[in-house]
């Protein structure tokens, strides 16, 4: 596929490639919606779907995640490319198993990780009438409910996390935008589920999902339903808060309804007029920022923990501030202590010196059931305001009044939209994003235009930056060793700890690694770290006669509950010897020998003289000077040494080898013949 891109951007033949994908697309889209682009009119303003014009930029999902790691050492996940609106969820019983559906090619695709890190693609059998605008919720027994439809919502159940489906549900029928709720509690109402869509249609499900009644109905002539499930006093569960949104693009009202029995019943308590006014609004009617269509979506939360604002509802949406057309949106938050009764005034979550010179907005956020603690992300063009240079920024609140400083959870920004939008026209470049979070911390997930097409880039948030100094390393195969610092140089408002283990793969047919991890001073054993910044050494020993070759040794953090988990990588080569020091006198001065076989494959020895004790660093280079293999990179006393170079992990052809050493330098030249 990446070959075909590179075609694609190759003069005018490959213009009418893309020309006939557009059309393609179109069709794709239908499979699984009939004449999907056909059932709706795109220049109605109070219409949120997805496009024609944003089809033309798909390209097929993958679950290759790549890790996206900035020179601090923080990393952003990259967990395919497919269009926009990554909605994600935790599993309350495992925080490793995440899931998240997202807008595609073929009206959507949904990912599932089991460890917190690597991410797989698994779709149901989608209904073939409908698609889009996908909404997932676990339950309290950990069992996955994935929801989709502009249509009629349609559930799909799963039992494992995400791997496989169920056929679907019709939950509630209505058009456009929806949404999907679980009582996580183990109240009365333990495990309900709620679901709702334009034109605020709203159902319930009282045996996890297997049917659905629908029990209210109420005007929301702009789309943006959203449901809380919160506790009713000393009960667990049971309260359902219901927000729907009426007016227009530029004059919002939100209206919340409120049931105490499980959405048997509910009924309007308050409404809340915002100014409605996300950037401009332009000639189609449209709010945009930078051409990209956006909407004041209610996002809502309750609070289900037992600290001191339990039952605590949050409302968080963009708004200009100050209010006006053409002015600059703020994430603002709104809080009620009486079940959507009475509110209090609107706080400004974003923390820059100066919001009213640039654009936040897009938030997303979720409140962790055991701890009270709410999860805010948004965009943010504080950086560059005047390029729309978009970065993504979060933070956190415990009782929605003080916010933790926000950070910036991007390793990279990018110009939003990305692809470019027209002017005065419907661009679609997602309507909403994800955040979801456990009791040690949260993931947020994003539509990231860094490459010029949508990519689902994630973050972990609070988080801990990790490094290794060295990434190649050669050993003997019997009582070899090799020292690597891991280190973890910055946190992103992480304090918990960071607890380090070891995998190598494939496994040795013969012999065997050893693993330490030990404090970096102190010759004791220690995996874990609990105070930032700080680092352990690693130490890789050989035992038993190892297996020649090459090896990659993993090295994992992780939170106390798992999360968050970053991993890396070395390369161990192991041949007959490591570092050898030969013997005998000690040099007199520095010296670099010719390696011994040249040409040679894949095995050959340099030999190198040090006079005196100090750093000493040994690299293999290519021919456009890039480091491909590291040799040597450690303190060695005076003497003479001799290291085996096993090239089995490079192509033929000529290399180079430099040894560097306080102050002195020489480069000799190998061949490598396979």
Not at 199 to 218: E, H, I, L, M, V
Not at 586 to 593: E, G, K, Q, T, W
Request: hydrophobic share 30%; proline share 6%.
């Amino acid at each position: 596929m990446k070959n075909f891109l590179k075609f694609l951007k190759r003069g005018s033949s490959g213009l009418i490639i893309i020309a006939l994908l557009s059309l393609i697309g179109t069709e794709i889209f239908q499979g699984q919606g009939t004449n999907y682009f056909l059932n709706y009119d795109e220049s109605d303003p109070n219409i949120d779907r997805p496009t024609k014009e944003s089809l033309q930029h798909f390209v097929k999902g993958n679950d290759n995640s790549d890790l996206i790691t900035d020179a601090i050492g923080f990393d952003n996940f990259e967990i395919g490319i497919d269009n926009a609106e990554q909605m994600i969820v935790s599993n309350p019983r495992n925080p490793l198993n995440m899931q998240f559906g997202v807008n595609g090619g073929s009206g959507q695709n949904a990912y599932y990780t089991l460890d917190g890190h690597n991410w797989t693609v698994s779709n149901p059998s989608y209904h073939p009438s409908t698609c889009c605008d996908p909404w997932s919720a676990f339950d309290s027994l950990g069992v996955l409910h994935y929801g989709s439809g502009v249509s009629g919502q349609y559930i799909y159940k799963s039992t494992n996390g995400g791997q496989n489906f169920g056929t679907y549900v019709l939950s509630v029928n209505g058009n456009d935008r929806n949404t999907l709720a679980a009582d996580q509690t183990n109240g009365p109402y333990s495990n309900y589920l709620y679901a709702a869509i334009t034109p605020g249609n709203f159902a319930r499900s009282t045996d996890r999902g297997a049917t659905w009644t629908q029990t209210y109905a109420s005007s929301n002539t702009v789309p943006g339903v959203m449901i809380a499930v919160g506790p009713n006093g000393p009960v667990q569960g049971g309260t359902v808060i219901y927000v729907t949104n009426t007016g227009s693009a530029a004059n919002c009202t939100y209206t919340f309804h409120k049931s105490t029995d499980g959405g048997l019943t509910l009924a309007p308590v308050s409404s809340l007029n915002v100014a409605g006014y996300v950037g401009t609004l332009n000639s189609a009617g449209r709010l945009v920022i930078n051409n990209g269509r956006t909407r004041p979506y209610p996002m809502i939360a309750m609070d289900n923990s037992y600290g001191p604002h339990r039952g605590r509802l949050y409302l968080v949406y963009a708004s200009n501030e100050p209010v006006g057309n053409g002015n600059k949106p703020d994430v603002i938050l709104q809080y009620s202590d009486d079940q959507a009764t009475t509110w209090s005034s609107r706080i400004r979550v974003n923390d820059n010196a100066n919001p009213e010179l640039s654009d936040q907005w897009f938030p997303a956020i979720w409140c962790e059931k055991e701890t009270g603690r709410l999860y805010i992300k948004w965009y943010d063009t504080r950086e560059n305001p005047a390029t729309f240079a978009v970065n993504v920024y979060a933070t956190y609140t415990d009782d929605g009044v003080t916010f933790a400083p926000n950070q910036k959870l991007t390793t990279q920004s990018w110009t939003y939209p990305t692809p470019a939008c027209s002017p005065n026209s419907n661009c679609y470049r997602g309507d909403y994003d994800g955040m979801t979070a456990n009791p040690v911390t949260g993931f947020a997930l994003w539509y990231d235009g860094r490459s010029g097409n949508y990519k689902n880039i994630g973050s972990y948030f609070p988080d801990f930056a990790m490094k290794i100094n060295q990434n190649i390393v050669n050993i003997g195969g019997n009582n070899d060793s090799a020292t690597v610092y891991v280190s973890v140089p910055a946190v992103k408002l992480y304090s918990n700890k960071a607890k380090f283990t070891a995998t190598v793969s494939p496994t040795p047919a013969q012999g065997n690694f050893i693993f330490r991890f030990k404090n970096k001073t102190a010759n004791v054993n220690q995996d874990s770290l609990t105070s930032y910044p700080d680092s352990l050494r690693f130490t890789i020993r050989s035992s038993g006669g190892i297996t020649q070759g090459a090896y990659t040794v993993t090295v994992q953090g992780n939170g106390p509950n798992g999360t968050p988990v970053h991993r890396r990588t070395i390369t161990v080569n192991v041949g007959p010897t490591g570092i050898v020091n030969i013997g005998g006198e000690v040099p007199s001065a520095f010296s670099l020998s010719q390696n011994y076989p040249n040409p040679f494959n894949p095995t050959t020895n340099i030999k190198f003289d040090v006079p005196k004790s100090g750093n000493v660093k040994l690299n293999v280079y290519d021919m456009s000077g890039k480091v491909v293999q590291e040799l040597v990179n450690t303190a060695l006393n005076a003497g003479a040494y001799s290291i085996l170079l096993n090239a089995v992990n490079l192509s033929s052809g000529t290399y180079f080898y430099r040894l560097e050493s306080e102050g002195y330098t020489d480069t000799k030249k190998l061949v490598l013949i396979k």
